[in-house]
């Protein structure tokens, strides 16, 4: 098993940038699948990001794609997202989630185990 602590949300004018970070205990995440997701009140949770750390295959919907990154630091067991030119749509909490490890990472909810508490992010105009 593995326990994910989200970091780093707050509040950032559009435009601007933040990284979260998700830290990782019990196992290290690159046995993992590991997966952004955020959830806007009133709609449905969304990944933003999801990776095989051994493929080194990723996916980012067209929403974030150029904006986003994710990386990992094996040292600390750490995953981070960092996220520029932010707009109000970005607006959301965001998870970090874990789960089996596939070829190509997979993007739905269902498809990861191990959820972070959220850290709430939010942009304003």
């Known amino acids: 098993q593995v326990q994910l602590v989200e970091s780093g949300g707050g509040f950032v004018q559009a435009g601007g940038s933040l990284r979260l970070s998700c830290g990782a205990s019990?196992?290290?995440?690159?046995?993992?699948?590991i997966a952004w997701f955020r959830q806007a009140p009133g709609k449905e949770r969304e990944v933003v990001v999801c990776?095989?750390?051994?493929?080194?295959?990723?996916y980012y919907p067209d929403s974030v794609k150029g904006r986003f990154t994710i990386s990992g630091d094996n040292a600390n067991n750490t995953v981070s997202l960092q996220m520029n030119n932010l707009n109000p749509e970005d607006t959301a909490v965001y998870y970090c989630?874990?789960?089996?490890?596939?070829?190509?990472?997979?993007?739905?909810?269902?498809?990861?185990?191990?959820w972070g508490q959220g850290t709430q992010v939010t942009v304003s105009s």
């Open positions: 019990g196992r290290s995440f690159t046995t993992y699948n």
């Open positions: 989630a874990a789960g089996t490890s596939y070829f190509n990472p997979r993007r739905g909810v269902s498809e990861y185990d191990y």
């Open positions: 990776i095989n750390w051994t493929s080194g295959r990723t």
